[in-house]
């Protein structure tokens, strides 16, 4: 199994400023097949970044991922009201799917 | 545009079986190129994936689960079922269906999801 570990749990900024967040996985993850969402309270999540690096259909490009292998990074740059929720890492490279534990983004 | 729908029972006692289905619209569950994840999330929780279904009827699940797991397609009714033997309390989460794609062998992760659907799990 795959493990992602998220850092850090929680990420207190403001709105403008910009958003670095970490998945480290415990062994690389094949093909790059790495994955961000975000999660709103009440919401489903929501497909950001798939291969690592590519954003989805409708995504702004003030999200961004990048990284390979072991350690990724999703960079929000400018952030916006609707940007603080929970994002989740996930890996699609093995036959068992994994979920980092998320990473909470507040408004400071 | 394809939507996810899950729907069951809201509440299962422990010991007994969720069973939970999830309707698919606008596209058909037999497009080759999908495969059909369930994914739970118990609350203030993170998320546990729980298993997937291709078109050609090959499943993986969670090790954690797989005793007590099945996902199945009934493709005339253009739905995706779950279901989880043996519930405990800490079955209780809301639970998602979700569509993830592969195309001449590139896997693409979950870019449709349900809304979810709340299950509890108490006497």
């Known amino acids: 199994e795959i493990v992602l570990t998220q850092s850090p749990a929680t990420l207190s900024l403001s709105q403008g400023e910009r958003a670095t967040l970490s998945c480290g996985a415990s062994q690389n993850v094949k093909s790059n097949y790495l994955a961000w969402y975000q999660q709103k309270p009440g919401q489903a999540p929501r497909l950001l970044i798939y291969d690592a690096s590519t954003r989805a259909t409708g995504i702004p490009d003030r999200f961004s991922g990048s990284g390979s292998g072991t350690d990724f990074t999703l960079t929000i740059n400018r952030l916006e009201p609707e940007d603080f929720a929970v994002y989740y890492c996930?890996?699609?490279?093995?036959?068992?799917?994994?979920f980092g534990q998320g990473t909470r983004l507040d408004i400071k | 545009q394809v939507q996810l729908q899950e729907s069951g029972p809201g509440l299962v006692k422990p010991s007994q079986t969720l069973s939970l289905t999830c309707t698919v619209s606008g596209g058909s569950i037999s497009s080759g190129s999908n495969y059909w994840s369930w994914i739970r999330q118990p609350a203030g929780k993170g998320l546990e994936w729980i298993g997937r279904i291709f078109t050609s009827g090959r499943t993986d699940y969670n090790p954690s689960l797989t005793s007590r797991v099945t996902i199945s397609v009934d493709t005339s009714k253009n739905q995706v079922s779950l279901k989880l033997n043996s519930v405990t309390a800490a079955d209780t989460a809301v639970y998602y269906c979700a569509r993830g794609a592969v195309w001449s062998g590139y896997f693409y992760p979950f870019d449709v999801w349900g809304l979810g659907t709340k299950v509890t799990v108490s006497s």
């Open positions: 996930q890996q699609y490279g093995s036959s068992l799917l994994t």
